[in-house]
């Protein structure tokens, strides 16, 4: 695959989306989107991928849309949304139409998402992080939605992510004043997992990926992902019939004989996602 505004890498059994538009600070463009799916989509199908890292070139993750998109909206001369449309039925078998948005999809994938935050994560680059699994920042993170100070007001979803992420309260103080948060208090909000120094950002996100990619079941691994996610649109009731569903379907699987007979004999387990 070819790819001009991302680089894509895969080893060790983690795939590596890197938004690369340096000079722009990855500033979002269509094709932006489009490149990222299909890296996302292609590494969510290779059984030789056991998680998937989303992460910026330079100092930025991504600073939003790219200004000149904005200006030719701005002018009248384009209209927003749609970014990233593309065609929805290739997601995976069964994912929920709330998924099938040109935003939401990464919440369809099977394998975890690990969005590495480099640097400025505003706006366009805020909304994606939101639909990452696992967040973790650099200490040099900035982030938030700014969209206030420029005359907008929230897109895409956000308003429906970030409050189930942060709570309503501080979701509001984020989306009304425009402000970015550092890193240090998207940790203390909940906004992102864990914060670590700069020249260790890439070094933990991979010991994570690689974690669920060695250590996990991929088959727990996407059940466990859709079953919390699917669960924030139900009640209780729904959540412990699905979730003992998938007990008893994934003790009559592969991998939970593995996972058994690796732990007693204290060895490694070799899942197939079977």
């Given amino acids: 695959m070819n790819f001009s505004d991302i680089l894509y890498d895969k080893s060790d059994r983690i795939a590596t989306v890197t938004f690369n538009r340096p000079e722009k600070m990855n500033a979002w463009t269509t094709k932006m989107g489009l490149e990222m799916r299909t890296a996302m989509l292609d590494a969510d199908r290779d059984d030789n991928v056991g998680a998937i890292i989303v992460t910026g070139a330079g100092r930025a993750y991504c600073a939003g849309a790219d200004m000149g998109g904005l200006s030719e909206i701005s002018q009248g001369r384009a209209t927003a949304g749609g970014a990233t449309a593309a065609p929805q039925e290739d997601l995976p078998e069964g994912a929920r139409a709330d998924y099938r948005t040109p935003y939401s999809w990464m919440m369809a994938l099977k394998k ?8 400025a994560c505003v706006g366009m ?3 994606i992080c939101l639909y ?3 967040r973790i920042a650099s200490d040099k993170a900035r982030m938030g939605l700014i969209f206030t100070q420029r005359g907008l007001a929230i897109e895409h979803g956000s308003s429906w992510m970030l409050p189930r992420i942060i709570g309503a309260t501080r979701a509001m103080e984020m989306a009304v004043t425009g402000r970015l948060v550092d890193a240090q208090e998207a940790h203390a909000i909940g906004l992102v997992n864990r914060v670590v120094p ?4 890439m070094e933990t ?3 994570v990926a690689g974690h669920i990619a060695k250590n996990c079941s991929p088959l727990g691994v996407s059940h466990a992902k859709r079953l919390i996610w ?3 649109f139900t009640d209780l009731a729904t959540a412990v019939r699905d979730d003992d569903a998938s007990m008893q379907a994934m003790t009559r699987s592969e991998d939970f004989k593995e996972g058994v007979k690796a732990f007693i004999e204290k060895r490694p387990p070799q899942f197939k996602g079977r």
């Fill in 112 to 119: 975890p998402v690990i969005g590495a935050i480099n640097g």
């Fill in 125 to 127: 680059g805020f909304t």
């Fill in 132 to 134: 990452q699994d696992i």
């Fill in 198 to 201: 700069q020249d260790k950002l």
């Fill in 205 to 207: 996100a991979r010991e």
């Fill in 230 to 232: 699917e669960h924030l």
